[in-house]
């Protein structure tokens, strides 16, 4: 038990919670602004899983980590056009559309990677340069706090850039207004001469670069490179997270540092010698949990008006 503690109460083990939850917070802030507009978030999976296959593979034919991450995001808004042309314009059910889009992922990047790199499993035959992690000058000298939050990956340090620029983009700005009401109900927004179709996919614009960023940190960050379902569920872990942070960018933020506590305690536990099954259920299981008692705070309040 005293080893199970000194290894929880670290600051490596802060700083490994801030590195797992980078993938979620893209997630949710992603599924966020889906929300937000109006549209449902439940392709993010396939989206963020295609996105990480393109990072490598675009930094590989480039030779440079920015044309990866050009790569990821520009795959991340077209998949999401893709969506919300079959929804919008064709009318098809979203859920219906959102799995088709999830299972298409699957299939075609294995097609990709064995096409370019001559693998079914990974691009790790390719050579592709990937995004650097950052020391921060001063920061990384302060005992503790330097050890936390300094030498992340420089993806990490955008993700929580971008928490605070989508707060005062929704909250503050004209954009920021008519996306929410847009998605709050698109006919009075047009009956004030809002453009609906317009603001729809700008929405879609922006959930796409946010999971675009998303999977690029997976395969150019968090390793260096793609490996077949290697999203492993982080997308729908990413809806919960956005529910639990009842759409608010900070709530956000502190629902993706749960799940990143949960996966760093999976992998501290698993060098304890703990039963690996069970390791492996711990972010699920707390996601579960985390999702069962929101809903049930939630239920209450609708009650009570």
């Known amino acids: 038990m005293n080893e199970f503690l000194q290894t929880i109460i670290s600051p490596d083990f802060v700083f ?3 590195r797992v939850m ?4 893209f997630a949710a802030l992603s599924c966020m602004v889906f929300t937000k507009g109006g549209i449902d978030s439940i392709g993010i ?33 077209l998949l999401a056009f893709l969506f919300g042309y079959v929804t919008l314009q064709l009318k098809a059910v979203e859920i219906l559309a959102g799995i088709a889009l999830n299972t298409m992922a699957s299939g075609l990047t294995i097609f990709v990677i064995y096409y370019v790199a001559g693998e079914k499993g990974s691009t790790q035959s390719l050579f592709s340069p ?6 921060i000058p001063v920061l990384q000298n302060i005992p503790v706090l ?3 939050l300094s030498g992340h990956n420089l993806l990490t340090y955008v ?11 929704l ?11 847009v998605g709050e109900n698109a006919q009075a927004a047009a009956s004030v001469g809002i453009n609906v179709m317009k603001y729809k996919y700008i929405t879609l614009a922006i959930a796409g670069t946010l999971a675009g960023l998303g999977g690029a940190f997976m395969s150019m960050g968090y390793v260096s490179f793609f490996s077949k379902e290697m999203i492993a569920g982080r997308g729908f872990i990413g809806m919960a997270a956005e529910a639990m942070g009842m759409g608010n960018p900070f709530g956000i933020f502190l629902a993706s540092g749960l799940f990143g506590i949960a996966d760093s ?26 999702i069962s008692i929101y809903s049930y705070q939630r239920s209450k309040k609708e009650k009570k008006l």
């Open 16 to 18: 490994t919670v801030i």
């Open 22 to 25: 980078t993938p979620v917070l």
């Open 45 to 77: 999976e396939g989206i963020m899983l295609t996105c990480a296959m393109a990072g490598p593979v675009c930094s590989y034919f480039t030779q440079s980590a920015v044309g990866g991450v050009l790569g990821a995001v520009v795959t991340g808004i």
């Open 130 to 135: 990937v995004i650097p992690n950052i020391d």
């Open 146 to 148: 330097g050890e936390i």
């Open 159 to 169: 993700g929580i850039l971008l928490t605070f620029l989508l707060a005062y983009l």
């Open 171 to 181: 909250y503050s700005t004209p954009l920021g207004l008519r996306i929410r009401s």
């Open 265 to 290: 305690l999976a992998i501290r536990l698993s060098m304890l010698n703990f039963p690996a099954q069970l390791i492996q259920t711990i972010p699920y299981l707390i996601t579960i949990i985390a």
